[in-house]
């Protein structure tokens, strides 16, 4: 479903009585750069758990929680209720592999989906020091600004003024993001037709590939070659998932740059842990805009 231009709630294509999912662009253009969208997320049926799977993406999400706690293990998340916490806050940062997770409700989730080098705009320090690089996710950065935030966002009833007020807080906290190799390596991976490599990103920047493993490391949290191959699984992804006319599988691979059939399979095999042709079947589209998930029925 493509999203309103007029910035209204979107809600899930998924048909689902019991849960809602919307997502918003940021309504301030300064931003936009930055923040790709928002989503809010309710369920107040205590017998609703959501199971779900989704995957690498260049994009990554601040999630934060209202009156829940969250347990973790290797590429695996629970957060179910917990009136003690007023808000838990979640970083997924760039993940290589699938991850499963579980939502037990009630329960009230707002997400901040930042562009690739989106987060970097509004920290103070590198965000591989702010994040770990252990299976927990949690992530306070932010501090006691964004809870009080976050209290009036949750008490807020309409979505566009839930926009207003995260709008708000993140432009009194944009910052320069000077890394301009970076952002240039970034660019060439989003923009190249066929997929690019490491060689190619250090001809284009002047670097070495140790200093340019270094920057994504330090700011991305993941290799340059992890970066590209994500880059290129969610290119074949869109590609697909956001045409009404489906193509073939077969012209999937070959159009996103694919040696072969089986090149495509092994990659697919790698980042969503199924063929593209299961992977396909079971993915959906979440809301308006490219939040894809495998809904998970137990």
């Not at 809602?20 to 369920?43: E, G, R």
């Not at 179910?80 to 970083?91: A, G, M």
């Not at 060439?188 to 140790?210: F, G, M, N, P, W």
């Amino acid at each position: 479903m493509p999203t309103d231009p007029s910035n209204k709630p979107v809600p899930s294509t998924e048909v689902v009585k019991k849960d809602q999912f919307i997502t918003l662009k940021p309504a301030n253009p300064v931003l936009q750069p930055y923040i790709a969208y928002y989503y809010f997320h309710t369920s107040l049926d205590p017998s609703l758990q959501k199971s779900f799977i989704y995957y690498p993406s260049l994009k990554n999400a601040l999630t934060i929680y209202r009156h829940a706690r969250a347990r973790f293990d290797i590429n695996y998340s629970c957060v179910e209720p917990d009136e003690k916490n007023d808000f838990i806050f979640l970083y997924s940062g760039i993940q290589k592999y699938p991850r499963k997770a579980d939502m037990i409700a009630p329960f009230d989730k707002a997400g901040i989906v930042f562009k690739e080098l989106g987060i970097n705009a509004f920290l103070s320090e590198p965000l591989g020091r702010l994040t770990s690089q252990g299976i927990d996710k949690s992530f306070n950065h932010f501090g006691d600004e964004l809870i009080d935030v976050c209290k009036a966002v949750y008490a807020a009833h309409d979505p566009g003024r839930k926009v207003r007020l995260l709008d708000s807080f993140f432009e009194r906290r944009l910052l320069n993001f000077p890394e301009d190799a970076l952002k240039e390596c970034v660019r060439i991976v989003s923009t190249a037709e066929q997929k690019t490599t490491v060689e190619d990103l250090s001809k284009h920047v002047h670097l070495s590939r140790k200093t340019i493993q270094r920057l994504f490391q330090k700011h991305l949290g993941c290799t340059a070659k992890d970066y590209i191959d994500i880059a290129h699984f969610r290119k074949s992804l869109n590609s697909y998932i956001l045409q009404n006319e489906k193509p073939s599988l077969t012209q999937t691979a070959l159009e996103n740059g694919y040696y072969d059939h089986a090149q495509f399979i092994k990659h697919f095999q790698k980042l969503a842990a199924a063929n593209p042709k299961s992977f396909f079947r079971s993915v959906q589209q979440i809301g308006g805009e490219d939040t894809f998930w495998t809904l998970i029925d137990e």
